[in-house]
């Protein structure tokens, strides 16, 4: 094989090209994965519900059904593998008017026909035993016992954390812009004007995967991003629900859900806007008092005054709703893995095995021997909620502990390092956000982001007009002015 040529270069950094990633790096195989920002996790994986869905919403027979309840099974394990956050608080979808009754019934039929184990519907006496906080519109709930939440953040840096401990390459700020064929191969030609070549493409490229397919092939293929604005509560507000509530599902989605997260907050949203703009992350303020009135259809009471920011994502929708994964016909070695919508973050682990095997048969790849590859890894210690002796005990072994950089979160100077300095380590204020929580409590790094800004100075000898929130072009220092 040439130096220069890959046998797999996989497009986007999301939760579905790093699962690949993980599941292609068990190959004898050179892998790289190449992504239009600076890090992993930027784009529909950032931002999202970070739900472990049941399985129950997608319709029978679909790849989407099938990933689903693959993913969920998957996940628990991965969690430990892997170290990171998740919990099986389980879901409701909550019915609101007996004439809706049989939708809910439907909707338990379903969730049965795709394997679904546990599901039952609840009476309105239970499911006030379960949530008291629940509307006095609610009839009656389907419950899914196998449902959980997780830290979608942690679960992508994970995969792709451990796909680089195992000789996965990864180029950022690699925009493509172009891809050929040369010879039996493909050149991808980026922005920056560099070219990559390899035997097999595969496309997880998020609300650009379909300006990837168009590309290669005749069949062109189309993606509506579709943007879902959501408002996040404080951890004051984290224990108003103890499971994820949803509203009957409509054409458009699941509607607005009420939330707990993994990091003690409550989340609710999202909504639901085809927009034509790809990077279309905008909130609204006609979005916003949509998620606050609908949420109460639902969930009583929701203390919105502890609201702490609102963001939004867009969701790599096609029309037929169902996940577009395989070979092209016409462009042979080139795999889409595409339209990877809810519950494509619960898919993940099943769609990476999927893919991997599909790529293995087009290359007869071989598996690496068993102890050349590593299967686990360990994240960073977080001390959210930390017994006092262990964090004395951390301290003791490294003073960077005893420096509390983030109030809200507390985040201190140790973890951020390791953000920096672990495999593909953060470069950005948000790199770090992802990786350890610093700026993402109650005052949004209004306390902490000038001190994590000082430690990615000093660690990556950057210069402070240097240092970006996000990547090129979010520099939060433009200028320094003499002293007076």
């Known amino acids: 094989m040439a130096d220069d040529l890959y046998d797999v270069v996989v497009v986007g950094a999301g939760v579905s090209g790093c699962a690949v990633a993980r599941e292609l790096s068990r ?141 996965v390459e990864f180029r950022f700020n690699a925009l493509v812009n172009g891809i050929h064929r040369v010879e039996e191969d493909w050149e991808l030609l980026l922005a920056n004007g560099q070219s990559i070549r390899t035997r097999c ?43 994820t509530i949803f509203m009957l599902p409509s054409v458009m989605g699941k509607g607005i859900l009420v939330s707990p997260t993994v990091h003690g907050n409550l989340l609710v949203g999202p ?23 609908k949420c109460a259809l639902t969930v009583a009471d929701v203390p919105l005054r502890e609201v702490i920011t609102s963001f939004a994502g867009l969701r790599a929708h096609q029309p037929d709703h169902e996940f577009i994964i395989g070979e092209i016909e016409d462009a042979p070695g080139f795999v889409d893995c595409a339209a990877i919508e809810s519950p494509g973050l619960t898919s993940c682990p099943a769609i990476g095995v999927y893919v991997t095997d599909i790529v293995r048969n087009l290359l007869s790849l071989e598996e690496k021997d068993a102890d050349k590859w590593i299967g686990t890894r360990t994240g960073i210690p977080s001390l959210e909620g930390a017994p006092v002796s262990y964090w004395a005990e951390l301290a003791q072994q490294d003073p960077a502990y005893g420096n ?24 950005s204020l948000d790199g770090v956000k992802r990786r350890v ?48």
């Open 201 to 243: 493409v595969v496309n997880a490229a998020g609300v650009f995967a379909d300006a990837i397919h168009n590309m290669v092939s005749e069949h062109k293929i189309r993606i509506i991003p579709r943007k879902g604005e959501y408002l996040l509560l404080d951890t004051t507000a984290g224990d108003h629900v103890q499971h």
């Open 437 to 484: 929580t610093a700026g993402m409590g109650r005052c949004q790094g209004g306390f902490c982001s000038p001190k994590v800004m000082e430690i990615l100075e000093r660690e990556l000898g950057l210069g402070p007009e240097e240092v970006t929130k996000c990547g090129p072009g979010s520099e939060l220092i433009v200028e320094r002015g003499e002293a007076q």
């Open 27 to 167: 190959l004898r195989a050179r892998v790289c994965v190449v992504d239009r920002e600076e890090d992993v996790c930027c784009g529909t994986s950032k931002a999202n519900s970070a739900i472990v869905h049941a399985g129950f919403d997608a319709q029978t027979g679909t790849l989407m059904a099938k990933f689903n309840v693959e993913g969920n099974e998957r996940m628990w394990k991965l969690a430990q593998d892997l170290d990171f956050k998740v919990r099986r608080c389980g879901s409701l979808v909550v019915c609101t008017s007996e004439e809706d009754l049989p939708g809910l019934e439907a909707l338990l039929e379903r969730g049965r026909a795709n394997g679904v184990p546990d599901l039952r519907i609840v009476d309105r006496e239970e499911l006030v035993a379960m949530e008291p906080h629940i509307s006095d519109l609610a009839v009656a709930a389907l419950w899914a016992p196998t449902a959980g939440i997780v830290d979608a953040f942690g679960l992508n840096i994970a995969l792709a954390e451990n796909a680089a401990q195992n000789g």
């Open 404 to 427: 509390v950089i983030c109030r809200c979160r507390h985040v201190t100077e140790a973890q951020i390092l390791a953000a920096i300095h672990r495999p593909l380590g953060a470069r």
């Open 271 to 293: 909504t639901a806007t085809d927009v034509d703009d790809p990077e279309s992350t905008d909130t609204t303020s006609d979005g916003l008092r949509e998620v606050a009135e």
